[in-house]
């Protein structure tokens, strides 16, 4: 073997151990060997050597951040106190909140009771059916606004909401549920009425049994009379009210 040759094969040896690039050059009788440093441990070190807030921004998710940013919106479903029982002097009024875990529940018993009710529907309904007052708050007949202007006020914070969440994270679908329980336009979105009314006169009921009120809940339970629409609602509605006389005769 020449030395030329060796040369070679050393260079070799020296590019599979260590990941170096090598030129190899010839001159005359001579063969010159060059190196460019490349090996895999270099990119190692220089990624390591990236600062956290690279690493941040590089791991982002734009569907996180929506998400973060829609629940954060909804932490005020948390904290605005039903107007209703604000203006009826309640002591430590429920909130929007807690309204709509009640009704949840209730959509998902009462579904349980009937086939031909959806309970996943249902519940996904009663979740989402005061979602917009995260935004607008909980308006009522007493805040001088009309039902058209309400309508709209709720309608555009849902069409923020769809593009905040996009089709992704279920923007499309949320505000279609949003109208379907507006409209009444399906059999649970009638019952989702029903229960509304029934989550409040029941609240009511209650406070009404801790003396919990400044003022009279009586408007309540007269703004419901005759409007329910489901057999459901009736029910419920009729043992509400047979318990609220029973614990006023008791009061005589």
Known sequence: MNAASFRIIIATVIVLIFGT????????NNIIISFRTHHPL???IMSSNKSPTDASNNNSSPAASAAIDFLTLTRSLKTTKRTGWVISGVTNPESIADHMYRMSLMAMIASFSNEALDTNRCIKLALIHDLAEAKVGDITPHCGVSEEDKYKLELGTMEQIQAML?????GDEIIELWKEYEDGSSTEAKLLKDLDKIEMI???QEYEAE??????LEQFF????GKWRTEIGRAWAQEIVSRRKKNSDNDK
């Not at 003396?211 to 009279?216: D, Q």
């Open 222 to 225: 007269t703004s419901t009379e």
């Open 166 to 170: 996009g089709p992704l994270l279920g």
């Open 21 to 28: 690039a090598a030129a190899f050059t010839r001159t005359n």
């Open 211 to 216: 003396g919990s009120a400044e003022r009279s």
């Open 42 to 44: 270099n990119s190692t």
């Open 202 to 204: 029941l609240q009511a």
